[in-house]
């Protein structure tokens, strides 16, 4: 027990660190290009924020809440999305006082008690934007070029985008009462949990994740047959200005996402081999969820990508992401007398900015050689007795096994020299 982590929650080793820096930085650049700024949020919010943020009625809040009282008798939820948390603070930090829209990411752990499997967990990571403060269906078109975008750039294959209109509370009236009518002759065969969802949330029943509510709901109307004029007007216009700016994209008119706070605008995007696994990312309008908890009658819009299932994706498809260098010098000390020269000189080398490495267990040269060679050390500096002696390295580059005994007073910036030529001769290679 002391030794295994609990289910559905992973460690990230440091083998594997580097890809969701890589990912990070990159999603960290092009929200700055697409006018986002980051807004951290807390990890653990008030349950009742998610309760009326989500709605009772989703599956979030049904079932997987990860909810505990703290030792002031005070009920707090581990967040399970961010959404709910950045309109809270959007609204407890009066945000809607600046320039509107505005325009926030975030990255970070969210936790669902989901049934685990692969790219499903109990602790998992998003990265996920909020528009707030606009309801023209441009700021629509942004969020779905920002979703394609960022799979597009990462030269995934099959990235398709889902996109379906959810309409609006007026629009919902006449579609719930229709939906209701179809599902009324099943409705003792649903689920318990959607069967009463049939009076409170009857659109939830086609989220339902029971194979055999899938297939009851299945022949079932569309909202997208009841939308109203303005929720019409406001999807026609939403795909006229993709296709206008060439991101590609599929209505689905069966898409109706699992948390309760959408209107109009909804979207997922999938880039499995055959296009059918489940979504990496999803999203969409949320026009009455600032409102409802409690700030100006604002909307907003805005999706998340889950990371795990992102970098899995890009691992099926073999995407070669960059690895950055680990390591540009080793200092290899040979013997106890070179203990002290090796910690001075792997200082003076941090310090003028480069990454070293070293050994601390006097292995002999061939070991420690061996060791450059694991973290792709570009230099070794290597200090024995002679060197001692003469306050002299040896100066080898690995590259073309090239030899140079130099001063240690010289070690620094002519280990600086060498690395710029290597680099140079890379970039020009
Ligand atoms: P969501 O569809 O619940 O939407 O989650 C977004 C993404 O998070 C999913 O597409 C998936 O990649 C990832 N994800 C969700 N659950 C898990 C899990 N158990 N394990 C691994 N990955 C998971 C939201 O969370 C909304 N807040 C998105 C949004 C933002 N809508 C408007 N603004």
């Given at each position: 027990?002391?030794?295994?982590?609990?289910?559905?929650?992973?460690?990230?080793?440091?083998?594997?660190?580097?890809?969701?820096?890589?990912?990070?930085?990159?999603?960290?650049d092009l929200a700055g290009r697409f006018g986002f700024q980051e807004l951290r949020i807390p990890i653990f919010e008030h349950?009742?924020?998610?309760?009326?943020?989500?709605?009772?009625?989703?599956?979030?809040?049904?079932?997987?809440?990860?909810?505990?009282?703290?030792?002031?008798?005070r009920s707090l939820t581990l967040r399970p999305e961010g959404t709910a948390g950045v309109a809270r603070s959007f609204v407890e930090n009066k945000l809607y006082s600046g320039t509107l829209p505005g325009k926030?990411?975030?990255?970070?752990?969210?936790?669902?008690?989901?049934?685990?499997?692969?790219?499903?967990?109990?602790?998992?990571n998003q990265f996920g934007i909020e528009t707030i403060g606009g309801h023209e269906p441009a700021i629509d078109s942004e969020a779905v070029a920002f979703a394609y975008e960022i799979f597009h750039g990462l030269g995934l294959e099959n990235v398709l985008v889902h996109l379906n209109?959810?309409?609006?509370?007026?629009?919902?009236?006449?579609?719930?009462?229709?939906?209701?009518?179809?599902?009324?002759?099943?409705?003792?065969?649903?689920?318990?949990?959607?069967?009463?969802?049939?009076?409170?949330?009857?659109?939830?029943?086609?989220?339902?994740?029971?194979?055999?509510?899938?297939?009851?709901?299945?022949?079932?109307?569309?909202?997208?047959?009841?939308?109203?004029?303005?929720?019409?007007?406001?999807?026609?216009?939403?795909k006229k200005i993709l296709e206008a700016m060439g991101i590609p994209y599929a209505v689905d008119q069966n898409l109706v996402r699992g948390l309760d706070y959408y209107t109009r605008t909804a979207f997922e995007i999938t880039a499995g081999k055959e296009g059918a696994q489940s979504?990496?990312?999803?999203?969409?309008?949320?026009?009455?969820?600032?409102?409802?908890?409690?700030?100006?009658?604002?909307?907003?819009?805005?999706?998340a990508l889950g990371m795990e299932r992102l970098l899995l994706t890009l691992e099926?498809?073999?995407?070669?992401?960059?690895?950055?260098?680990?390591?540009?010098?080793?200092?290899?000390?040979?013997?106890?007398?070179?203990?002290?020269?090796?910690?001075?000189?792997?200082?003076?080398?941090?310090l003028s900015?480069?990454?070293?490495?070293?050994?601390?267990?006097g292995k002999g040269l061939?070991?420690?050689?061996?060791?450059?060679?694991?973290?792709?050390?570009?230099?070794?500096?290597?200090?024995?007795?002679?060197?001692?002696?003469?306050?002299?390295?040896?100066c080898r580059q690995m590259a073309n096994g090239e030899q140079t005994t130099i001063s240690v007073n010289d070690a620094v910036s002519y280990v600086q020299q060498k690395l710029s030529a290597i680099k140079v001769e890379g970039d020009i290679k």
């Open positions: 027990m002391l030794t295994t982590k609990p289910r559905g929650v992973n460690d990230i080793l440091p083998d594997e660190v580097w890809k969701w820096h890589y990912v990070e930085n990159y999603l960290r349950t009742e924020l998610f309760q009326r943020g989500i709605g009772d009625t989703s599956d979030v809040v049904e079932k997987e809440m990860y909810t505990f009282t703290d030792r002031g008798d926030y990411y975030y990255v970070g752990p969210m936790f669902r008690y989901d049934r685990p499997q692969a790219g499903r967990y109990r602790q998992f209109s959810v309409g609006c509370p007026v629009c919902r009236k006449a579609y719930r009462a229709a939906l209701q009518d179809h599902l009324m002759p099943a409705l003792h065969d649903l689920c318990e949990t959607c069967q009463t969802r049939f009076d409170r949330n009857p659109m939830r029943i086609l989220d339902c994740k029971s194979k055999h509510c899938h297939e009851l709901v299945q022949g079932a109307p569309s909202i997208n047959q009841y939308l109203c004029e303005d929720c019409q007007n406001h999807f026609d216009q939403v979504a990496i990312c999803g999203g969409g309008r949320y026009d009455n969820l600032i409102e409802e908890i409690g700030g100006p009658a604002l909307p907003g819009i805005g999706f099926q498809q073999g995407s070669q992401l960059q690895k950055p260098d680990f390591c540009d010098v080793f200092v290899a000390g040979l013997g106890g007398n070179a203990e002290i020269l090796t910690s001075q000189l792997c200082h003076s080398l941090r900015g480069l990454r070293v490495q070293r050994d601390y267990q061939k070991a420690q050689m061996k060791a450059a060679d694991r973290v792709a050390a570009k230099i070794v500096l290597i200090i024995g007795d002679d060197e001692i002696a003469r306050q002299a390295v040896i």
